[in-house]
């Protein structure tokens, strides 16, 4: 059995890396977080528009960290990563959807509504 010694600086994974590229994706990324927040800290806009912001800008967010950090693309160096994301997909899209189902939906379950226009007692 022969050690093989290798430079780790020549792993196929490492030479995907580029500095520019990284700053380029967290600067991408301060930007797509801190925009919506401040659209929703400063109430610019009505409510529907703030929130297809907020889902667009968080949806650019998710596609620049997979593709500028985490290198999830269709490159035969990267068939495990992908195989991951092909996995890791419908349980985000599943988790989002059904956070949303249940903050849309959580008024009405939760809310009595003939109490809700009740005179307070005493007057």
């Known amino acids: 059995m022969s050690l ?3 430079d780790p600086l020549q792993h ?10 990284y700053l380029g994706a967290y600067i ?17 806009g009505t409510s529907w528009r ?13 596609l620049v960290q997979g593709y500028f ?3 999830l693309d269709f490159s035969r160096t990267q068939a495990w ?8 997909i419908p349980l985000v899209v599943m988790t989002v959807g059904l956070t949303a ?4 939906t959580l008024y009405t379950r939760t809310m009595i509504p003939t109490l809700m226009h009740a005179p307070a007692f005493g007057h």
């Not at 994974?13 to 580029?18: E, I, K, T």
């Not at 189902?101 to 849309?104: E, L, Q, R, Y």
């Open 28 to 44: 991408a990324s301060l930007l797509l977080t801190a925009s919506p927040l401040w659209l929703v800290v400063h109430h610019e």
């Open 50 to 62: 703030l929130m297809m912001i907020v889902v667009a800008c968080a949806a650019a967010l998710t």
């Open 69 to 71: 950090w985490l290198r």
């Open 101 to 104: 189902w249940m903050f849309a």
């Open 4 to 6: 093989e010694t290798r």
């Open 81 to 88: 990563m992908t195989a991951a994301l092909v996995l890791f």
């Open 12 to 21: 196929p994974q490492v030479q995907l890396a580029r500095g520019g590229q």
